[in-house]
């Protein structure tokens, strides 16, 4: 068990810090007083330094309703998320798992609009820039009692559904529910010959129909575990001074089903698949 503040700061501040440092003690656990949870790597070592001789790994790293200090937007939150999961794996164990529980909203997860969305804390998008998948999101009971609000011993409010958010390294074997997977989007657009004619890949009507665009980019585009779907197609009619020409304009979507998908990596599987 780790915490921000040094042991004296922790003691003054909050009432059952003493009691609650020997129970963990006791347990045969060691409670560590002054450690920074966006820096971890300073205190147990790099994952990516492999002459580390101090290397810590952890099968499971926690972090309890992270908060900025003091009356914070959603930008230092945001910043607090991502820099803890930066830190994180790089002691991870390789089937290690990082868990976050996040008040009812700040996930994003839950989102049913773009507005909730943005207003969120986007948890998993700054996880999949670190190479973790969100795996799996499930209701939390803090069986303990809550504090540090703003930075002094008093209780602060979950919401009327707290969530434990669980991240994993891709192993190709975990999938996430689809209600959690996150994705990116982008448009295709593609000119439609004058003739019907059938090309050597697939036919005009498999094209129009988005069924050729959808497995040309599953097959040729995206590492295995992203799931690429093509759930809207429209038929553009541009009266042009040569005559009448047609798009056909493709809505394409990146699924994190078992692999981390990033705004950055959607823009290069674009760009494979209108070279393709």
Same mark, same amino acid.
């Given at each position: 068990?780790?915490?921000?503040?040094?042991?004296?700061?922790?003691?003054?501040?909050?009432?059952?810090?003493?009691?609650?440092?020997?129970?963990?003690?006791?347990?045969?656990?060691?409670?560590?007083?002054?450690?920074?949870?966006?820096?971890?790597?300073?205190?147990?070592?790099?994952?990516?330094?492999?002459?580390?001789?101090?290397?810590?790994?952890?099968?499971?790293?926690?972090?309890?309703?992270?908060?900025?200090?003091?009356?914070?937007?959603?930008?230092?939150?945001?910043?607090?998320?991502?820099?803890?999961?930066?830190?994180?794996?790089?002691? &991870?164990?390789? /089937?290690? %798992?990082? +868990?976050?529980?996040?008040? @009812?909203?700040? !996930?994003?997860?839950?989102?049913?609009? #773009?507005?909730?969305?943005?207003?969120?804390?986007?948890?998993?998008?700054?996880?999949?820039?670190?190479?973790?998948?969100?795996?799996?999101?499930?209701?939390?009971?803090?069986?303990?009692?809550?504090?540090?609000?703003?930075?002094?011993?008093?209780?602060?409010?979950?919401?009327?559904?707290?969530?434990?958010?669980?991240?994993?390294?891709?192993?190709?074997?975990?999938?996430?529910?689809?209600?959690?997977? &996150?994705?990116? /989007?982008? %448009?295709? +657009?593609?000119?439609?010959? @004058?003739?019907? !004619?059938?090309?050597?890949?697939?036919? #005009?009507?498999?094209?129009?129909?988005?069924?050729?665009?959808?497995?040309?980019?599953?097959?040729?585009?995206?590492?295995?575990?992203?799931?690429?779907?093509?759930?809207?197609?429209?038929?553009?009619?541009?009266?042009?001074?040569?005559?009448?020409?047609?798009?056909?304009?493709?809505?394409?979507?990146?699924?994190?089903?078992?692999?981390?998908?990033?705004?950055?990596?959607?823009?290069?599987?674009?760009?494979?698949?209108?070279?393709?």
């Amino acid at each position: 068990a780790t915490v921000l503040e040094d042991e004296d700061t922790h003691n003054q501040v909050y009432q059952y810090s003493k009691s609650n440092t020997d129970i963990i003690a006791s347990s045969g656990q060691k409670p560590m007083f002054g450690v920074d949870a966006t820096n971890l790597s300073a205190y147990f070592g790099d994952l990516n330094n492999k002459d580390d001789e101090e290397l810590t790994l952890f099968d499971r790293i926690q972090f309890n309703f992270p908060h900025w200090k003091g009356k914070a937007n959603n930008k230092y939150n945001r910043q607090l998320v991502n820099d803890f999961l930066e830190s994180a794996v790089t002691v &991870l164990s390789p /089937r290690g %798992e990082i +868990h976050v529980a996040l008040c @009812d909203g700040q !996930g994003g997860c839950s989102a049913a609009t #773009l507005q909730e969305w943005k207003g969120s804390w986007t948890a998993s998008m700054w996880a999949a820039e670190h190479g973790l998948l969100l795996a799996r999101v499930i209701p939390y009971d803090a069986q303990y009692r809550l504090s540090s609000h703003r930075g002094v011993d008093r209780p602060f409010k979950l919401g009327k559904s707290p969530k434990l958010h669980v991240f994993v390294k891709p192993d190709g074997v975990i999938k996430a529910p689809t209600e959690f997977q &996150l994705c990116c /989007r982008h %448009e295709l +657009h593609i000119v439609i010959p @004058d003739d019907d !004619g059938v090309s050597a890949v697939c036919s #005009l009507d498999q094209i129009l129909a988005g069924d050729a665009i959808e497995s040309i980019i599953q097959s040729n585009c995206v590492p295995e575990g992203v799931r690429v779907e093509v759930p809207a197609r429209q038929i553009l009619e541009i009266h042009e001074s040569h005559g009448l020409s047609r798009i056909a304009v493709f809505l394409v979507v990146y699924c994190s089903e078992s692999y981390p998908v990033t705004r950055e990596m959607a823009d290069q599987w674009r760009e494979m698949v209108e070279c393709e």
